[in-house]
């Protein structure tokens, strides 16, 4: 079993950075796919990134793509999510969570969810 625990989520305002780390317990974490999802409120949980077993690949939903990166540093098992130029959109509580399918992007093909970090990106 992993487990996941999110962290670095604040406060920002439109424009800043933030880097997000999900650090993972459990000694099969280099062999799960990794996935980013966030949730507004009054939303349902969506897809933002995930990243294959061994880094190699990655997958970004269009809203995101080209200002987050997603990585991961399987020696330390952590993931990152690096968020540049941030948008008042972008306000959510931001999860981890592991998948065996390395094309998934629905919320239903990941488990072992962290609890989530809060971004709140202000205008």
């Known amino acids: 079993q992993v487990q996941l625990v999110e962290s670095g989520g604040g406060l920002v305002q439109a424009g800043d950075s933030l880097r997000l780390s999900c650090a993972a317990s459990g000694r099969t974490f280099s062999s799960y796919v990794l996935g980013w999802f966030r949730q507004a409120p009054g939303k349902e949980r969506e897809f933002v990134a995930r990243i294959s077993s061994s880094g190699g690949s990655t997958y970004y939903v269009d809203s995101v793509k080209g200002r987050f990166t997603i990585s991961r540093d399987n020696a330390k098992n952590t993931v990152y999510l690096q968020m540049n130029s941030l948008k008042p959109e972008d306000t959510a509580v931001y999860y981890c969570?592991?998948?065996?399918?390395?094309?998934?992007?629905?919320?239903?093909?990941?488990?072992?969810w962290g609890q989530g970090t809060q971004v709140t990106v202000s205008s």
């Open positions: 969570a592991v998948s065996t399918y390395a094309g998934a992007t629905s919320r239903f093909n990941y488990f072992n």
